[in-house]
């Protein structure tokens, strides 16, 4: 079996194989993965709920000001940005819709709905993904720093930037391998291939590790 096969497998195995169920509505999931910017889940799922809390519906959020939106997603990091480009965001889906409301991509091909979020300020490559695979079960992978250090330290890819890590992924991964490798290798990004210090002689895929190939005797992992 050719590596990556493996490596999903195994992937599968330890962490299970994940099955799709929508997260959220495309424009919840829209909203939460600009909040997810720069900052850790934790954080940013409390701004979300803050958000949530706080505007009853999004047409509620785009007549605020933005001071009040910066005052709910403060958890979050870059609070002014991320309203702006949410308060962006929203006014442009309404201009385009009539409403803020993205059920409409269901209806488009993938390339066709990808580019439609691509041309939205402030959304790129990780943020589009997110919305298609988790909000409709589209096989576009995203491709956070997770999946970035990952794919680069198994020898999946060898990239210098998240954006040709996901233009790479999007053909090496099958497609009905594409949910459940994002998720399982987000997991095991955070348990076991940790940034700084990976775990490598506890992890369950040194074997077919390029990284762990490469480790010298006596290296520190
Ligand atoms: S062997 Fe080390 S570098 Fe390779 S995936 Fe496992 S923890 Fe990461």
Redo the contacts with the bound molecule.
């Keep these: 079996m050719e590596k990556v096969a493996r490596i999903i497998q195994e992937l599968d195995k330890h962490y299970g194989k994940k099955v799709w169920s929508r997260w959220r509505e495309p424009v919840d999931e829209l909203v939460r993965t600009i909040l997810s910017q720069n900052t850790t889940d934790k954080n940013s799922l409390r701004a979300f709920a803050n958000l949530k809390k706080r505007f009853e519906t999004w047409e509620e959020l785009l007549q605020a000001d933005e001071e009040d939106i910066i005052q709910e997603i403060k958890s979050g990091g870059l609070a002014n940005i991320k309203a702006r480009k949410i308060k962006g965001c929203l006014t442009e889906i309404k201009k385009r819709e009539g409403r803020i409301d993205l059920e409409i991509l269901a209806k488009k091909p993938v390339p066709e709905a990808l580019d439609y979020l691509l041309s939205l300020d402030g959304v790129g490559p990780k943020t589009a993904a997110c919305v298609l695979i988790f909000s409709f079960n589209s096989p576009i992978l995203p491709v956070d720093t997770h999946i970035h250090?990952?794919s680069n330290?198994?020898g999946i890819v060898q990239t210098n930037s998240r954006g040709k890590t996901q233009e790479l992924l999007q053909k090496i991964i099958p497609d009905k391998d594409k949910y459940s490798f994002h998720l399982n290798l987000i997991e095991?990004?955070r348990k076991?291939?940790?940034a700084q210090k990976?775990?490598?002689?506890?992890?369950?895929?040194?074997e077919?590790?390029?990284?762990?190939q490469n480790?010298q005797p006596g290296t520190p992992?």
């Design positions: 250090r990952l330290r198994l095991h990004g076991v291939c940790k990976p775990l490598c002689f506890d992890c369950f895929l040194r077919l590790c390029s990284y762990y480790l992992s």
